[in-house]
């Protein structure tokens, strides 16, 4: 009897100890996940806002200050004009017909000293050459016709611009046939698309430094080298030319005396007349890797090459071609010309000097 009242106590004391505290236990730990819960619903979508306008400020001062800097960066072209009479005209910096850079241009210095009124054309009064330093603040965005025509210009150093943005360099420097350096140091063309007549006219230049001349986006080169007739020798083997559909009087009354071609990839080119035409030097050409598959003209190609002996045209497709007068006219009575028959059409073949040796082969 006394044994069971106690055993009848020690449960009655358990069930005190331990029922209470384990309530208390689960009612603290739900209380606690609840105001937990009750935190993260509340806070979590401002966390989420300020999240999303920090990266949105971010943005925007990065913007800004990339704006910021691109207004600060300065770009200097620096020219030398040489002026042969007193009172002379006008003489033209730049031409600004096709090209924004007249209202980015923060100064224009001659022989150091700054012009109050800037223009595009400025009257020398004595003779002499002068320094012309043209700075301005924005990366350049076209460079078509930029110095087209500037006659009296007869050095050109344009290692400090920034030409990254530039998608057209169209007669760039056509017809400043007094230049006789350019500096293209650091020249970015990776956006170009357009070379047609960029040094055309410029007979005055006796060298031209293009290796670094990125032309993987050019469809234009039409005229790019035409009449530079101090430039013997020229260093394109670094030009990518897959899209370019465009090569007519590329060389035309070039002086050069000889030219290496055998990277070029035609394979889009449509026009090709009278591109080697009155290069008066050329004694070979080697056009054995040209694909003209989608070439339709072919006029003149090599008329007036009084020197030219030896031809490789072997790959010349003549499946689309609608025009071909004078493709050999004006070379010398004797030669060798490389030819595929299988491929080369009569209207070609039926045109070579007659007294020249036609070196024949086939297909592989």
Not at 63 to 78: G, S, V
Not at 157 to 180: E, P, Y
Not at 239 to 267: A, G, I, P, R
Request: with cysteine; proline share 1%.
């Amino acid at each position: 009897m006394q044994m069971n009242t106690i055993k009848k106590e020690e449960k009655n004391i358990e069930e005190e100890y331990y029922e209470p505290f384990s309530e208390s236990v689960d009612s603290l730990e739900y209380k606690k996940e609840k105001r937990v819960y009750s935190l993260c619903t509340y806070f979590l979508p401002i966390l989420i806002i300020i999240l999303i306008l920090s990266i949105v400020i971010y943005f925007f001062l990065k913007r800004t200050n990339i704006k910021q800097n691109e207004e600060n960066l300065n770009y200097t072209i620096k020219e030398k004009i040489k002026v042969l009479k007193n009172d002379s005209r006008p003489i033209l910096l730049f031409n600004d017909h096709f090209t924004n850079i007249i209202k980015n241009i923060t100064s224009i210095k001659i022989n150091n000293k700054l012009i109050d009124e800037i223009e595009n054309y400025y009257k020398f009064n004595c003779i002499g050459e002068y320094l012309v330093e043209i700075t301005f603040n924005r990366k350049l965005e076209s460079m078509q016709e930029l110095f087209n025509y500037c006659e009296d210009i007869i050095e050109l150093d344009l290692s400090d611009i920034d030409t990254s943005q530039v998608k057209s360099m169209k007669s760039a420097f056509n017809g400043c046939n007094n230049l006789t350096s350019i500096n293209l140091d650091n020249f970015n063309t990776s956006l170009v698309t357009d070379m047609s007549y960029m040094f055309s006219d410029c007979y005055s230049l006796t060298s031209l430094n293009l290796n670094n001349f990125n032309t993987e986006l050019v469809k234009d080169m039409s005229y790019m080298f035409s009449n530079m007739s101090s430039l013997n020798y020229l260093n394109i083997s670094g030009f990518n030319t897959k899209n370019v559909y465009k090569m007519q009087h590329m060389f035309y009354l070039s002086n050069l005396t000889s030219l290496d071609v055998s990277n070029f990839n035609t394979e889009k080119v449509i026009y090709i007349h009278y591109m080697f035409s009155n290069c008066r030097f050329l004694t070979s050409l080697n056009l054995s890797n040209f694909n003209t598959k989608e070439v339709v003209d072919f006029r003149g190609l090599f008329k007036g090459d009084e020197r030219l002996i030896d031809i490789d045209i072997r790959n010349f497709y003549t499946t689309k071609m609608n025009s071909y007068k004078d493709i050999f006219e004006q070379l010398p009575e004797i030669g060798i010309i490389t030819i595929n028959l299988n491929i080369t059409s009569a209207m070609i073949l039926n045109q070579i000097p007659e007294n020249w040796k036609k070196k024949k082969i086939s297909n592989h």
